[in-house]
Each structure stands twice: as C-alpha cells, then as structure tokens.
C-alpha cells in the first residue's frame, strides 16, 4: 500500500483510511505514512492539513538537502536514513516528515527498516504523543547510523592492512578501494553533518508542539549522538587520508631502494666499462696478441668489480 494512517485511540493503534486523517487527528495522535511520493495520497493529505506547496514539492521532487523549515502551522523536516544492504555499499534513503498538530506525515521511496522498528513502538503504547513519535523516527535513524559506520571502521582496518601489507604488484587494487571508501565517507558526512541543525533546532523547541516539559532533554540526546556519528566520520576521514599518505610514502622509499640498487649496478659497470673503453681505442704501443696482459685485465676488471660491489654491500646500497 503506498499510504496507511496509523491512529491511537484508547491505548491502541489502530489502521485508517488516509482520507480520514483530518478528521481523527483532531482527538488522537495520528501517523500518516506514505511509501509512493507521487502517489495521490500525498495531494490529498496535503489538502486536507493545507501543508505548503514548496514542501509538498519537496518532497516529491526528492534529492534535497537535510533542513527543517517552518510554515505558518506545521514543519517540514528532511534527513536521510543510511542502509548497507552489502558490507561494501552504503545506500543512502531520503525521509520527508510533515509535523502538524496531533499528525505526523512521512514521506519516502520503498521500505524503511527504521520505520518498521518506530512502527511496532508506535503500536505497543510507547509513544504517546506526536512529539515522542518524531523523536523516535529521527532516534531510530540517527541510531542505524553507528551500525553502519561500525561496517565503515571494519573496512577501513581491512584496506589498511592490504595497503600496508600487500604485494606493491597488487596494492594498486587496495588503493582503489580506499579512495571509494573516502567518496563514501565524504557522502556520508554531506548528509549527517546538516542534521544537527534540525537537531539544534528541535532542542531549541523552535517546534510549538515539542515544547512540553521534558521533551528537550530527548532532542538534546538526538543531538548528542549526531555531533558523536560527525566526530567519527571525521576521525575515519583523517585515518583513510593518513593511510593513503602512508602507501605513497612507502611507494617513495620502495622506489628509492629501486634507485640505489640500480645506481650500484650501473656504477660496477661503470668501471667495466672504462677500462674496456681503454683497451679498445686501438693503441699502436699495446701488444694486443699478449695473453698476460689479456688475463691482468680480466683479473684487474674483476677484482675491481667485486670490490666495488663489496663496498656498496658494506654500505647497504647493495
């Protein structure tokens, strides 16, 4: 069903017809959820709350940025829930929520894990008012958000050591990887760290139907843990840029190794080819025919040779 209207009357929940939420909300806490954001139910509970057209379009048009906005009596409020449906994919789920007195109206594409959880909440008696149920729909969700970035920590600690311990042939793969992590952590944060402005803003009571007594000290934690989930993104951020920094430091020292090496070998050579050079200008005064002279400079070629490369040895260029 792409709408159901979950009503509380006399301690229960019970399911409505979408059309009557204007009537119900009256009396009781209503909660109006829609899983088609072009299907008509959103239009007509629009009509009937008179919700503003900027946020209806809104949430039709999707993609936006996390943001509360107030109208002249109800709020519009935009977060994201985060999913990983693989240990390597991080899908990221738009959630438009209307606030008006006694009714609630979410938003958004498909199933949401975190509403079903608020959901069976919301039916077992344990939300009594719209305030505490949007509480428990941004709770739930800011909450998922620790399980994901646990997955983000296990992925970074993996690359990590493939990076530092990989073959330098294949490390080329692990780096690959490491940069889509840092795309995901960066796209993450674009879409948590506006949230503490809704966060600040609900604490602020800036919402006339969460100004009850008590109700702050429960937006303030929502806070808390948004500005905790930031701190970790940010820490992971900065590890997955340290780690890269590593690999390309150690790629450099691998390559000058290489370098010295080569520069050791090129430099035995070098002598070789000196004194072949000499002997092979042709000089009148040589007697070429000589076998003593052909051996004194093979042993003289060799014996510099292997002392030159005993030298480098000694040294650790070799």
Not at 29 to 58: N, R
Not at 201 to 207: E, F, N, P, Q, T
Not at 256 to 275: D, H, P, R, Y
Request: glycine letters at 4%.
């Amino acid at each position: 069903m792409p709408a159901r209207l979950l009503v509380k009357q006399q301690g229960t929940v019970a399911d409505q017809p979408p059309d009557q939420l204007s009537e119900l909300r009256g009396e009781h806490p209503c909660w109006l959820d829609i899983s088609d954001p072009k299907s008509e139910e959103l239009k007509l509970a629009a009509d009937e709350l008179t919700l503003h057209p900027l946020a209806v379009e809104d949430a039709t048009h999707r993609h936006q940025r996390p943001k509360i906005d107030e109208y002249d009596d109800h709020y519009f409020i935009v977060v994201y829930a985060l999913e990983e449906p693989s240990p390597d994919v991080v899908r990221q789920r738009e959630l438009s929520i209307f606030v008006k007195h006694n009714a609630i109206v979410t938003v958004h594409e498909g199933s949401l894990d975190a509403l079903q959880v608020v959901e069976r909440r919301f039916r077992e008696g344990k939300l009594a008012t719209t305030g505490l149920l949007l509480h428990s729909i941004l709770d739930t969700i800011v909450d998922s958000y620790f399980d994901v970035l646990d997955g983000l920590g296990d992925r970074v600690e993996l690359i990590e050591a493939m990076v530092i311990d990989a073959d330098p042939h294949s490390s080329h793969t692990s780096i690959r990887e490491l940069f889509q992590l840092k795309r995901d952590l960066l796209a993450i944060r674009k879409v948590i760290a506006p949230e503490r402005d809704v966060a600040a803003a609900l604490v602020r009571g800036d919402i006339e139907e969460l100004r009850e007594t008590g109700r702050r000290a429960y937006f303030q934690d929502l806070y808390d843990h948004i500005v905790r989930v930031t701190d970790e993104v940010d820490t992971f951020r900065d590890l997955v840029s340290n780690v890269v920094d590593a690999h390309l430091a150690a790629q450099s020292n691998r390559l000058n190794e290489v370098m010295k090496v080569l520069t050791s070998v090129a430099t035995v050579l070098l002598i070789l080819g000196v004194i072949t050079g000499f002997f092979g200008q042709n000089w009148k005064f040589i007697n070429y025919d000589d076998p003593v002279l052909f051996w004194g400079t093979m042993v003289t070629m060799l014996v510099l040779s292997a002392g030159t490369a005993l030298f480098f040895r000694r040294r650790g260029w070799l």
